[in-house]
């Protein structure tokens, strides 16, 4: 809906001829009659019409999106004006009836605000309202990210996640912030990994090739302890084909399934069978990142700057998907990496190609459970226990 900033004049109706006379406002917002006599010949006759409005003149730390409204009683308003510092006026619109005129954007924070109304009463005199109030000023202003980012399309295990520049305290409200749309009707539900960190996950896997629009409306939410939101965000991305990687460690294959059905296997050599510190770690997990060339250190295991190729990362573990034709003599037979899965080059290089962010990694048959100290473990939570995360 288009919106508009509405000043609205009302012409008194022809044949009238009332003498009207001029109204001016106190401090408090009361319309008090000045200067000439009214239509009945009294001197300083009250004018029927009267102007109100919330938050009331004078009024202190208002909350930011609370809307501001102007209301007369005996009378229409024929002219309403909201000014911010500096003079800016804020948009609003006047009901058809001519009675109320209501804000549609948002205040800001630590502002004065201005009211300036008119109105025309029944008994065809005019009256003005004045009156300013102050808008709260947060002691802090958290902001906020979203991903996955605009027009991004990503595998069907992204999670989507926002964060937080500080802790949050009051979770319900942020919740209520968060809204997430979708082409088809999806099962799904936001968990707090973190007291700075709230992801989305559906129950199963996205469907493939649908688009899902995101809105964290913070701006003005009170996050707890004197911080506010300090602005909304929104994406709006794709979910893309269908493609998961499945590895059972002991069998030194990975299989990649698309659309349910087995499209590739490759040879591979996972985590040392003999140390379960090095066991690739049973669990889903997703691609988190794409590098054509990746650089591997580990004082632990004694090596460092070891360069690979057609890296997937699916882990803030430390596991990749990535080629190692320095062990080829394994891949396909032993499990002897650090708890990456390493591939031959040219295999490393076909999956990479079909690879997209946000595809699930299904690791089983390990000894290593799930590492929990990441902030990408959504699908490492049954649906209960994630359902147990959200806000309380």
């Known amino acids: 809906m288009i919106e508009r900033r509405t000043v609205f004049k009302a012409a008194l109706a022809a044949g009238a001829a009332l003498v ?22 009294e001197g300083g006759a009250q004018p029927v019409a009267k102007i109100t409005a919330e938050p ?16 007369v009683a005996d009378g ?62 947060p002691a802090t202003q958290v902001r906020a990210t979203l991903n996955p980012a605009d027009n991004q399309t990503v595998g069907v295990a992204m999670p989507i996640s ?7 305290k009051d979770r319900k409200a942020v919740e209520k912030a968060l809204t ?50 300090k602005a909304d965000v ?42 379960v510190d090095r066991n690739t770690p049973n669990g889903t997990y997703i691609i988190m990142t794409k590098e054509p060339t990746a650089v591997f250190d580990n004082a632990r295991y004694g090596y460092t700057n070891v360069n690979k190729k057609w890296a997937c990362r699916f882990s803030n573990h430390g596991e990749y998907i990535h080629e190692n034709q320095d062990n080829a003599a394994n891949i396909g037979k032993n499990n ?3 708890g990456c899965v390493n591939l031959l080059e040219a295999d490393a290089k076909d999956y990479f190609d079909s690879a997209m962010i946000g595809d699930p990694v299904e690791i089983t048959g390990s000894k290593l459970s799930p590492p929990m100290n990441s902030d990408v473990k959504d699908w490492n939570f049954s649906w209960s226990a994630w359902q147990g995360l959200g806000a309380k």
């Open 20 to 41: 009207a006379a001029a109204c001016s406002s106190t401090n408090d917002g009361t319309a008090l009659p000045t200067g000439a006599a009214g239509a009945d010949g």
């Open 56 to 71: 009331a003149a004078n009024a202190k730390d208002v909350p930011v999106l609370t809307p501001a409204v102007l209301k």
């Open 76 to 137: 229409k308003l024929t002219e309403c004006k909201l000014s911010a510092d500096g003079g800016k006026d804020v948009k609003g619109d006047l009901s058809p009836d001519g009675l109320t005129w209501t804000s549609s954007e948002s205040l800001g924070y630590g502002k004065t605000y201005t009211y300036s109304a008119k109105a025309t009463g029944s008994d065809g005199k005019p009256v003005e309202f004045k009156g300013s109030f102050t808008t709260l000023n």
């Open 162 to 168: 926002v964060k937080f520049a500080s802790a949050v």
């Open 180 to 229: 997430v749309k979708t082409d088809k009707k999806i099962e799904g539900a936001w968990g707090w990994l973190s007291d700075r960190q709230v992801d989305y996950r559906p129950k199963e896997y996205w469907p493939e090739n649908i688009t899902v629009n995101v809105e964290a409306k913070l701006y003005g939410v009170d996050l707890g302890g004197g911080a506010y939101g």
């Open 234 to 275: 929104t994406t709006k991305f794709k979910i893309g084909r269908n493609q998961v990687v499945k590895v059972n460690t002991p069998d030194h294959q990975m299989h990649v399934y698309r659309g349910g059905s087995q499209v590739k296997s490759y040879p591979c050599a996972n985590g040392l069978d003999a140390e």
């Open 336 to 338: 002897n990496s650090h």
